[in-house]
């Protein structure tokens, strides 16, 4: 005769395996060994665009059928590409992309968006070069945590993309020409995530210029649980000044008229010192520092900024002078933060003129 369960054991039995199939699937990277994680792997590119089993490199070349027949698509001008439409639970992994034409204006011509589990507005909206880790359009090969671009614009990221029943990604060509695309998407399904999981939100802003005496918003006000993760900064200098005095401010749960996080400087923010340096590191650096062009970023990855509640974050608009003084400078961010859905939509992203005004241009 068999031993009936109590309800409890069998309630602590079943939580207890959701904890290890979380543990389990938690971090893929350092664990490379472990095989019974329960996840399935799956890509999508136009050579398998719905990343079903056995239904990949199906389009055929001259050189026949299966030989790299579909391995890049052309996008019309005005034309919204549906990239991805996943079943969860899962987790997107992985994004490479390239472009043809690799000029400033066209990667700021081109948004990606990112609908999380069913709702209408997008979790992420940005233009392609922001997106991908760099400022201005302007392509400098680096490594970050978050990213890493080759010298042609081949474009990664890494930030792992959670969802429970529905993954919908698009991009949309905003320029007035053919450009062709090439993409992969690197997904698990079968991840055990909980029904408040962080889902990957991506703010684009540009103020061009700045309002004096008025901080940049890195993250205007969001009211939900979240994790900032960071920014990839470009800015524009409008003066011959040094303009990286202003302090990073991070308001969250209650906080009023002074933040709880303050830092000392933007380069200090950034982990370099007394200016910009074009060093691009893991988690903190500059993968461009020109002339009066700059694109920085900041991850916290290693030391995490949570809040329960609410936060918003600014960083302010201070030069060195012969001393501080309140300055206005053209100020572009992609910003990179998790929380649940359903989440408040984004603020409106700028228009095309405003994206590909001032961009980097050769001399």
């Not at 572009?332 to 939509?345: D, K």
Request: glycine share 10%; aromatic share 12%; with cysteine.
């Amino acid at each position: 005769m068999r031993a009936s369960i109590k309800p409890g054991v069998w309630v602590l039995g079943m939580l207890m395996a959701a904890i290890l199939a979380v543990s389990a699937t938690a971090d893929l990277a350092s664990r490379p060994y472990q095989l019974d994680t329960g996840l399935i792997s799956r890509s999508i590119s136009f050579e398998n665009p719905t990343g079903a089993p056995g239904e990949g490199g199906q389009a055929a070349s001259r050189l026949g059928p299966g030989r790299k027949g579909a391995a890049y698509r052309v996008f019309e001008p005005g034309e919204t590409v549906q990239l991805a439409d996943i079943e969860g639970p899962g987790t997107i992994r992985h994004i490479w992309m390239t472009i043809s034409d690799r000029k400033p204006e066209t990667f700021r011509s081109f948004v990606i968006r990112a609908y999380w589990d069913g709702q209408e507005h997008a979790s992420i909206e940005c233009p392609l070069s922001d997106f991908f880790g760099f400022g201005h359009g302007k392509v400098e090969s680096y490594q970050s945590a978050v990213h890493s671009l080759g010298e042609n614009a081949g474009m990664n990221i890494w930030l792992p993309m959670p969802f429970t029943r529905r993954a919908y990604l698009t991009l949309t060509n905003e320029t007035e020409r053919n450009v062709s695309i090439y993409y992969q998407i690197d997904y698990t399904i079968n991840d055990a995530h909980p029904g408040d999981v962080g889902r990957l939100h991506v703010l684009f802003r540009r103020e061009n210029p700045t309002t004096m005496k008025q901080d940049f918003e890195l993250l205007p006000r969001r009211e939900a649980k979240g994790r900032f993760i960071g920014a990839l900064v470009g800015v524009r200098a409008l003066h011959d000044n040094w303009w990286g005095e202003g302090e990073i401010k991070i308001y969250m749960d209650g906080d009023d008229e002074f933040p709880t996080i303050c830092g000392t400087g933007t380069e200090d923010w950034v982990g370099l010192s007394y200016g910009l340096q074009q060093t691009p590191f893991m988690y903190h650096g500059a993968n461009l520092s020109q002339g009066r062009f700059h694109s920085f970023y900041r991850w916290h990855l290693p030391d995490p900024i949570y809040w329960r509640e609410e936060a918003r974050i600014t960083i302010q608009q201070i030069a060195w002078d012969r001393g501080l003084a309140e300055v206005e400078d053209d100020w572009s961010t992609a910003t990179f933060w998790y929380e649940p859905v359903p989440s408040a939509p984004l603020p409106d992203m700028p228009d095309l003129e405003a994206r590909t005004a001032d961009l980097w241009e050769e001399e």
